[in-house]
């Protein structure tokens, strides 16, 4: 079977999750599904829930930089490091131990912050396995991806609690 490139993007809520719906549709089907997160801990829930699925693996962002804005120019080089290095081993693993399904969650915004080679992911998209699916999360990817994608998601926020200054909750945001 094909396996094509999907983008869940936009500034709405459910790109992460539109991901794990795939993941575990794909994990029950009894496919090996790899999740990679970018730009965050392994402090959110649904970690916790599939890392009891057999056919998931979960990489997480083990290291935070903060917000783009305040890093120094040396902690933006540490990020870069971190994070080409987690997408260039993701990829690797995801061919050596030929997974099914690949989510990079959050790229987007790490290549938007230059924190990782963009030549590289396009190229790992246009070269990867013909049966790899792969999941694109984040806001604004760029066109080079869109282009590149045979599924493109907009998840446009309507409405949020955030606009009314309500904190991430555990279980639904966290």
């Given at each position: 079977?094909?396996?094509?490139?999907?983008?869940?993007?936009?500034?709405?809520?459910?790109?992460t999750?539109?991901?794990?719906g795939l993941?575990?549709?794909?994990?029950?089907?009894?496919?090996?599904?790899?999740?990679?997160?970018?730009?965050?801990?392994?402090?959110?829930?649904?970690?916790s829930a599939?890392?009891?699925h057999?056919n998931?693996?979960v990489?997480?962002?083990?290291?935070?930089?903060?917000?783009?804005y305040?890093?120094?120019?040396?902690?933006?080089?540490?990020?870069?490091?971190?994070?080409d290095a987690?997408?260039?081993d993701?990829?690797?693993?995801?061919?050596?131990?030929?997974?099914d399904?690949?989510?990079?969650?959050?790229i987007?915004?790490?290549?938007s912050?230059?924190?990782?080679?963009?030549?590289?992911?396009?190229?790992?998209?246009?070269?990867?396995?013909?049966?790899?699916?792969?999941?694109?999360?984040g806001k604004?990817?760029?066109?080079?991806?869109?282009d590149?994608?045979?599924?493109?998601?907009?998840i446009?926020?309507?409405?949020?609690?955030?606009?009314?200054g309500?904190?991430?909750?555990?279980?639904?945001?966290?």
């Amino acid at each position: 079977m094909k396996g094509y490139i999907h983008i869940y993007c936009g500034d709405g809520k459910g790109k992460t999750t539109a991901a794990l719906g795939l993941a575990l549709r794909a994990a029950g089907a009894g496919k090996k599904v790899l999740l990679v997160r970018f730009m965050k801990t392994n402090s959110s829930s649904e970690v916790s829930a599939l890392s009891l699925h057999a056919n998931i693996t979960v990489i997480p962002s083990v290291k935070v930089f903060g917000y783009f804005y305040s890093l120094t120019p040396a902690e933006k080089e540490q990020a870069f490091e971190y994070y080409d290095a987690l997408l260039k081993d993701a990829c690797k693993k995801a061919i050596d131990d030929n997974y099914d399904l690949l989510i990079l969650d959050e790229i987007t915004y790490a290549e938007s912050y230059h924190f990782i080679d963009s030549d590289y992911l396009i190229t790992f998209l246009r070269t990867k396995p013909e049966h790899l699916e792969v999941v694109i999360t984040g806001k604004q990817p760029t066109q080079e991806l869109l282009d590149i994608a045979d599924y493109i998601s907009d998840i446009k926020k309507v409405r949020h609690p955030y606009d009314k200054g309500v904190l991430p909750r555990e279980g639904i945001e966290l």
